[in-house]
């Protein structure tokens, strides 16, 4: 186990290097390579056009469509930085953020814009120390929560909020079967469930279903 | 709910833990 001073003399390399990328123009991020090989690497930062903003990130999250872009499920040009959540701060304003990875939705609550994509394919993505979104997917960082909670819910809560009320419209008195325990959207549709209606959260894996019995959703 | 956190180079560990089904909660991403 290293002492505290051990660990923060330490750091310094750390800082030093990180003023020097920044003065360079560039960041660490993870790229899906051809053939699906995840690649840390040092590429050049983002430059934002009219209307985006850049956002220093703290902490991202994994979404099992980041799984899919590495597959080459979707027909997106490699490589890219995959990653749909991320918060972090406005480079230019130093605000705490969070960001939604809706893209171009639209106004209209039922269906999205024709221009609509998912941040991290073909957009670059939260896999890195920075990235640009448009300045209307920017929405503050709630501040009960820390980087890492931030980052873990704007996709699965968007999925499973649209997926409960937007379009089942569950009311008063229903019970919802929740598939899949344990994936993001199942504990983030579990939570949702309130004192008028109920969630059930089941898997076909033992010990993720009495881990979601157990009230671990 | 969140499964674990690991530092962003070490993302290919938690595609791994989601391929495998074993996580319970969000793979979450430390950067900073």
């Given at each position: 186990?290293?002492?505290?001073?051990?660990?923060?003399?330490?750091?310094?390399?750390?800082?030093l290097?990180?003023?020097?990328?920044?003065a360079l123009?560039?960041m660490?991020?993870?790229?899906?390579?051809?053939?699906?090989e995840?690649?840390?690497?040092?590429?050049d930062?983002?430059r934002?056009?009219?209307?985006?903003?850049?956002?220093e990130?703290?902490?991202?999250?994994?979404?099992r469509?980041?799984?899919?872009?590495?597959?080459?499920?979707?027909?997106?040009?490699?490589?890219?930085?995959?990653g749909?959540?991320?918060?972090?701060t406005?480079?230019?304003?130093?605000e705490e953020?969070?960001?939604l990875?809706?893209?171009?939705?639209?106004?209209?609550?039922?269906?999205?814009?024709?221009?609509f994509?998912?941040?991290?394919?073909?957009?670059?993505?939260?896999?890195?120390?920075l990235v640009?979104?448009?300045?209307?997917?920017?929405?503050?960082?709630?501040?009960?929560?820390?980087?890492?909670?931030?980052?873990?819910?704007?996709l699965?809560?968007?999925?499973?909020?649209?997926?409960?009320?937007?379009?089942?419209?569950?009311?008063?008195?229903?019970t919802?079967?929740?598939?899949g325990?344990?994936?993001?959207?199942?504990?983030?549709?579990?939570?949702?469930?309130?004192?008028?209606w109920?969630?059930?959260?089941?898997?076909?894996?033992?010990?993720?279903?009495?881990t979601?019995?157990?009230g671990g959703? | 709910?969140?499964?674990s956190?690991?530092?962003?180079?070490?993302?290919?560990?938690?595609?791994?833990?989601?391929?495998?089904?074993?996580?319970f909660?969000?793979?979450v991403l430390?950067?900073?």
């Open positions: 186990m290293r002492s505290a001073a051990t660990s923060a003399s330490n750091r310094w390399p750390n800082r290097a990180a003023a020097w990328r920044q123009g560039l660490h991020a993870v790229l899906v390579r051809p053939h699906g995840l690649s840390y690497e040092q590429v930062d983002p934002p056009g009219p209307g985006e903003v850049v956002i990130l703290q902490a991202a999250s994994v979404n469509r980041d799984v899919a872009v590495r597959r080459g499920v979707y027909p997106f040009p490699l490589p890219l930085i995959p749909s959540d991320g918060a972090g406005r480079r230019d304003t130093g953020i969070v960001i990875p809706a893209l171009g939705w639209g106004e209209s609550e039922e269906v999205p814009r024709g221009d994509r998912i941040l991290g394919g073909p957009d670059d993505g939260t896999y890195a120390e640009k979104v448009p300045e209307a997917n920017v929405y503050p960082k709630p501040c009960r929560f820390s980087w890492g909670e931030a980052a873990a819910f704007p699965a809560a968007l999925t499973a909020y649209r997926a409960l009320f937007t379009v089942a419209m569950v009311r008063a008195g229903e919802v079967l929740v598939l325990a344990g994936s993001g959207v199942s504990c983030r549709g579990s939570r949702f469930s309130g004192r008028r109920a969630a059930r959260a089941t898997s076909p894996h033992s010990s993720r279903r009495s979601a019995e157990a959703r | 709910v969140i499964d956190v690991r530092p962003l180079a070490e993302v290919a560990g938690a595609h791994a833990r989601m391929e495998a089904g074993v996580h909660g969000k793979l430390g950067i900073a």
